[in-house]
């Protein structure tokens, strides 16, 4: 195997050079640091820590096993990059703050401890939006991410640098986080394969949280193929390849009226399934007034930051006051400060309504008999750097904890990547990754 052809190659395709003896895990590790090195700066800016002398030493023990015979884990000897927010033993959790960018994690992230078991060879941390609270990229720490795409359009987020290391070729693996899109959203943008899993299924200790409703990890990858593995690895399941038949139906009012490109998109990518249309005007405010995060959001990173010495500040209100945020996030930051607390009447509610959604749309499933709902993962083009994005749908997802997928459907004629969300009622992810394999199919074959 020859550098050009890591820059595209699956996870499986990796795997089996490995054990052909084609390349060595060394050789895919400096790959690796090798396209971050030529593509990272100035083009890109997807990455906030490198550590390419841990990466090379993992490498080699990869390498060892493998030579002995040892058993190998599912990712032995492939590279991966993991979003700042996640802990990994000895290196920075910064989670895309100037302020946290000195508090370094005592152990790895129980994620983290499930890729070593796999093997994966960890080389660094991605770009992120700040503390996650956003979904255009912006960071105090490192700026904006690049879409990769088109230099100085939004790469999505908060998993900007993730979804980014991806596209460009840096790994076939990176693991973000989602709480309110923040996967699936810049692999939208970016034009890859992203899940938000059903919540509770993947842990979420060792995360700076956003709110421990709505937080969950997910990886983002280029291909269905490569997205099955990934979520196996992470979840320790293995998913059903067949089964009962995929019934789409697309929600009408998740599409922009004045969005041909993108609706034209996401209709094309489901039309193989001959979908119902579904009428559910209320969603989207439900959804939004389900939204849990502001009540969770300043006492969990309390909470977090309280055994973090390194921290500069330990609460959100002085966070608020520093202002050494991105400007971006100010808004978010003091609104959210002085928000009201679990604690209070509006947090019961909250929870209460995400409950009351979520049996909404088991009814609504059951009503229409499908199993799937189809939908842009944003209605808006990525906007550019500077701007606030508008017209996500990935809300509904992380407010009633059912899984949801973003999907390439193609490229808008100014070069810039569309996603269809599909999301499943909770413990269906199979479906989920069926309906990948057969939209990447159709889609390749119309090329």
Not at 83 to 91: A, F, R, T
Not at 128 to 133: K, P, R, T
Not at 221 to 230: C, E, G, K, M, Q
Request: aromatic content about 6%; glycine content about 8%; overall charge negative.
């Amino acid at each position: 195997m020859q550098y050009a052809d890591y820059l595209t190659a699956s996870l499986s395709d990796l795997s089996l050079a490995l054990q052909r003896g084609d390349v060595t895990a060394r050789q895919l590790t400096d790959f690796a640091l090798q396209r971050i090195s030529e593509a990272d700066q100035p083009r890109y800016n997807a990455i906030t820590w490198l550590f390419a002398d841990d990466a090379r030493a993992a490498a080699e023990r990869s390498d060892t096993r493998r030579q002995r015979g040892e058993a190998l884990g599912q990712l032995d000897g492939i590279p991966v990059l993991i979003k700042d927010n996640i802990e990994v033993q000895g290196w920075p959790t910064s989670a895309g703050s100037v302020m946290l960018r000195d508090v370094i994690a005592d152990n790895d992230a129980p994620l983290v401890t499930r890729l070593r078991n796999q093997g994966a060879i960890l080389i660094g941390k991605t770009a992120m939006h700040e503390l996650a609270a956003g979904i255009t990229g912006a960071s105090s720490l490192s700026g904006f991410t690049h879409n990769a795409w088109q230099q100085g359009r939004s790469a999505g987020g908060s998993s900007s640098g993730s979804a980014v290391a991806v596209a460009a070729g840096y790994v076939p693996l990176a693991i973000g986080s989602d709480t309110a899109g923040s996967v699936r959203i810049p692999a939208a943008f970016n034009g890859l394969f992203g899940l938000r899993m059903t919540r509770g299924a993947l842990s979420t200790s060792g995360i700076v949280p956003l709110s421990p409703t709505q937080d969950i990890p997910g990886p983002l990858v280029r291909s269905a193929a490569d997205l099955r593995i990934a979520c196996e690895v992470l979840s320790g399941k293995t998913f059903a390849t067949e089964g009962e038949a995929l019934r789409v139906g697309i929600w009408q009012e998740g599409f922009a009226a004045d969005e041909d490109e993108i609706n034209q998109a996401v209709q094309a990518a489901v039309a193989g399934f001959a979908p119902a249309t579904l009428v559910w005007p209320e969603l989207e405010t439900l959804a939004a007034d389900a939204n849990i995060i502001g009540y969770e959001f300043s006492e969990a990173l309390a909470k977090y930051l309280a055994d973090k010495p390194q921290a500069q500040f330990y609460t959100l209100p002085d966070i608020a006051a520093s202002g050494l945020y991105h400007p971006q996030l100010e808004t978010v930051f003091k609104t959210r400060a002085v928000h009201p607390g679990t604690a209070s009447e509006g947090y019961a509610r909250v929870q209460q309504r995400q409950h009351d959604l979520y049996q909404q749309l088991v009814a609504m499933f059951d009503q229409h008999n499908i199993n799937l709902l189809a939908y842009p993962v944003v209605r808006r083009a990525p906007v550019k750097h500077g701007e606030m994005q508008e017209g996500s749908n990935a809300l509904v997802s992380a407010v009633t904890g059912a899984p949801a997928i973003s999907i390439p459907a193609g490229l808008s004629d100014d070069g810039l990547p569309i996603g269809v969300e599909l999301l499943a009622l909770r413990g269906r992810e199979d479906l989920l990754l069926r309906a990948a394999e057969a939209i990447e199919l159709r889609i390749s074959l119309n090329k």
